[in-house]
């Protein structure tokens, strides 16, 4: 009896062995399954289907609102940046690179004892690698040439030569003096600001908007870049150290009704100025022109006043910054232009081929990052600052 007893203990101790082992391995091969992981952990949720793992049709996104105003009034304490005084920099200082490009040439040609083919190929070599272009360097060799010939220069004078230069530059910009132009009736005036991406229209549309509140105008500020991630934003920056009012849409609205909204808003408020911000475009888009235009008819209706639509260039662009202002003018009329970033890399020529090639005024310059470093164009203080 007691031998079967134990015998009876011994199968029972063989199956529960049996039993864990079997256990064992089954939740080991179970591990090394493929999509096998894990266990979820408690409260976490499970991460939602793709979209291609859904069923039924995918939601559209929904549709801009139309333009909203937000009224974004200056605060009552003056802002820092209205207390301090804008001090104009000295265009010589801050066309530092461009001047050191062209010395060496023109150190070069105050070296030669005389006036030969030689020096005016020297010069044409430092005008066209200025960006000045081919079209605008051979006009203005020819004309030098001429006066040596007559003897309005003299051959034997190189430095005489140089002379002759310089005031021939400054005679393209016929008086030239940066002025913006004002509307004369009673409804606000409008400065329409259009260019490619990234040439600093914003940034741009701010310091005049701090310039103008300084000088005692009422300044409203017309988001028109609805497309940008953050335009609304920076300008909204600018106005808050400006003390202006800034009009928004929607992201992607139609900025025509934006800029219609600030136009309305201004002469609601006997706002001065409006300042309107457009999103960068390829000057190559058909498309993005046309709606370009839409948005310079809309800014003629009454009862803004549309004096100045400034195309905004890059200075670093070179001779690619002629071509831009040949197709915006050609598209929305430019007036002017402002060219930003001349205090980097540029080098300068390209404000004589825009002014010689196309007639348009050169009414802004940006030399540096502050507010007062966006200054008035002053023909003869920027080509002295050329010539060191």
């Known amino acids: 009896m007691a031998l079967v007893i134990v015998l009876v203990v011994l199968v029972v101790v063989l199956l529960v062995s049996g039993g864990l082992v079997l256990s064992t391995r089954t939740r080991r091969r179970g591990s090394s399954l493929p999509g096998a992981g894990a266990p979820p952990v408690v409260g976490e949720k499970a991460p939602p289907a793709s979209p291609s793992a859904r069923s039924g049709p995918a939601i559209a996104p929904a549709a801009p609102v139309a333009a909203a105003t937000v009224d974004a009034?200056?605060?009552?304490?003056?802002?820092?940046?209205?207390?301090?005084?804008?001090?104009?920099?000295?265009?010589?200082?801050?066309l530092g690179r461009a001047r050191g490009f062209l010395s060496g040439y023109l150190d070069g040609v105050r070296a030669r004892k005389g006036v030969d083919e030689g020096t005016f190929e020297q010069l044409e070599e430092a005008l066209i690698l200025a960006d000045v272009g081919i079209t605008t360097t051979t006009r203005i060799l020819n004309d030098l040439r001429a006066k040596v010939r007559s003897g309005a220069v003299s051959s034997s004078d190189s430095s005489a030569l140089l002379e002759a230069l310089q005031a021939d530059l400054v005679s393209m910009f016929d008086g030239d003096v940066g002025t913006l132009a004002f509307g004369e009736?009673?409804?606000?005036?409008?400065?329409?600001?259009?260019?490619?991406?990234?040439?600093?229209?914003?940034?741009?549309?701010?310091?005049?908007?701090?310039?103008?509140?300084?000088?005692?105008?009422?300044?409203?500020?017309?988001?028109?870049?609805?497309?940008?991630?953050?335009?609304?934003?920076?300008l909204e920056s600018w106005a808050e150290r400006a003390g202006a009012r800034t009009v928004r849409g929607a992201d992607g609205a139609d900025p025509s009704s934006v800029i219609f909204d600030a136009v309305q808003h201004a002469a609601s408020r006997g706002a001065r100025l409006v300042l309107a911000d457009t999103a960068g475009r390829l000057h190559t888009k058909v498309n993005l022109m046309d709606e370009l235009r839409k948005v310079r008819r809309v800014a003629e209706r009454l009862p803004g006043q549309l004096t100045e639509v400034l195309l905004v260039l890059d200075a670093t662009t070179g001779q690619n910054g002629v071509v831009q202002a040949r197709q915006f003018t050609e598209a929305v009329g430019v007036t002017g232009i402002v060219l930003t970033k001349l205090d980097g890399t540029a080098k300068g020529g390209v404000v004589l081929a825009i002014r010689s090639e196309l007639g348009l005024p050169i009414k802004l310059v940006g030399v540096g990052e502050g507010p007062a470093d966006l200054v008035p164009f002053d023909p003869a203080e920027f080509v002295a600052a050329l010539f060191g």
Do not use: C, H, M, Y
């Not at 200056?74 to 200082?93: F, G, I, V, W």
């Open 73 to 94: 009034a200056p605060a009552e304490a003056e802002s820092p940046a209205l207390a301090e005084p804008l001090t104009r920099p000295a265009l010589r200082d801050r």
């Open 185 to 234: 009736g009673d409804g606000p005036t409008v400065w329409l600001f259009v260019g490619v991406n990234g040439v600093g229209k914003t940034t741009t549309i701010g310091k005049l908007a701090l310039r103008e509140t300084k000088a005692g105008g009422t300044v409203v500020l017309a988001a028109g870049d609805t497309f940008r991630a953050a335009a609304g934003e920076q």
